[in-house]
């Protein structure tokens, strides 16, 4: 029985071309937004690489003041700081923590391999206020001023395993152009974006701010201060803060808000583009639904007198069921063939960068088991309609 669909359908091509074409599209194109989506599932479960607990931050905007201005405005702020009570740590940074449209990239050395990184900011205090763990290595040294000759800097694992193939990245040295980056030590990760976002080689180079230098001061965008509280803070407590920052800079403008309140609307940011991809995907294959079962319903009708006379000679009803459905199912196998050659070449050829072969087996998957759904539940209405032909009625239009 099933050669003679396989036979059916083969020997009909030229009639179910139209179709077939429709079903390999969407197959394509459901596949391509699975492996987008199995990817930002899959980004969801791994660590982000730090903690934003009972953390709060500081953002300020200058205007028309000179270096020395900003560093002694900052001196005082750092001065109000430590006298809060609740405040039990903070750090400066320049990390676009939830803030995934923004960001700063460069392009690192090392021997003959070179390769895009995402650069981030951090004092000394900035790991122990986002709680980062470090794999290798150590972090910055607030005391300690950077080798003019070597800058220090911390990076992620994946910069690690991308440069170096003995995965050890401490004591290595980056190049670009003329600047040299000393690696001190290695974290796990960190994804500035959301917990949807891709990992990222990622390097982060150290700011001081002391009674001696301030480091990185340039415009004020995206410089933040991250405050560690004892989670006694409140909205009354930050109106009182605003208060005393406006008093040592009135022509300042200061935000204070608590860091997971921007960590949603990072979220949706990161899904913007898949949820668009998304309900493209689920409109083309609902016309494509549609599409196939208009003509699974047109065909079987068609096909009265030869349903009536298969009912005559005593074809059971799960016979008929069972013959509906697996054209369909077969002319699908077929259009999923032809896709299966485009689909596997995008593993083959790493056509999409960071992708792992597990990312795309599993997308290819549930792109085909979904469509398999589809044409079943398309044919199925047609096949049930087409058990309830009657012997006598159908050979009486003949």
Partial sequence: MNNHLFKLIWNR????????????????????????????MGNYVKPIGYETDDLWFITFDWIDHTEDEIKETLLLVNQALDMEPDIEEYAYSRAYIYSPMVMSATNLSYEDAALNCHIAWGDASLAEVL??????????????????????????????????????????????????????????????????????????????????????????MGLRILLKVDGSLDADNEMKLIKKLKAIASDWSFDVRELNSIKQSAALWTLVFPGILTIICIFMLVNVGLGLFGVIWYRTDR?????????????????IYRQIIGEALVLTTFSLL????????????????????????????????????????????????????EPAMALHYE
């Fill in 13 to 40: 091509r030229k009639r179910n071309f139209v179709t077939s074409l429709g079903i390999f599209i969407s197959f394509l194109v459901l596949f391509l937004v699975l492996v987008l989506i199995v990817k930002t």
């Fill in 131 to 220: 709680s980062i763990p470090l794999a290798q290595g150590v972090w910055f040294d607030q005391q300690t001023t950077p080798d003019l000759l070597e800058e220090p800097i911390v990076v992620t694992q994946m910069l690690v395993d991308d440069f170096f193939s003995d995965g050890i990245g401490v004591g290595k040295v980056l190049e670009r152009g003329e600047d040299r980056f000393k690696i001190i030590g290695v974290i796990d990760e960190f994804r500035n974006g959301s917990k949807f976002s891709n990992s990222r080689r990622v390097i982060i180079r150290q700011m001081i701010h002391n009674a001696s230098t301030f480091t990185d001061l340039g415009e004020s």
């Fill in 303 to 319: 096909r009265k007198s030869e349903i009536g006379l298969r009912r005559a000679l005593g074809a059971p009803a799960h016979k």
């Fill in 338 to 389: 032809w896709g299966s050659l485009f689909a596997l070449q995008f593993p083959l050829l790493q056509v999409i960068p960071d992708i792992e072969t597990s990312t795309y087996m599993k997308a290819y998957l549930l792109a085909g088991l979904i469509i398999y759904i589809i044409t079943f539940f398309c044919a199925l209405y047609p096949s049930r309609k087409a058990t309830r032909i």
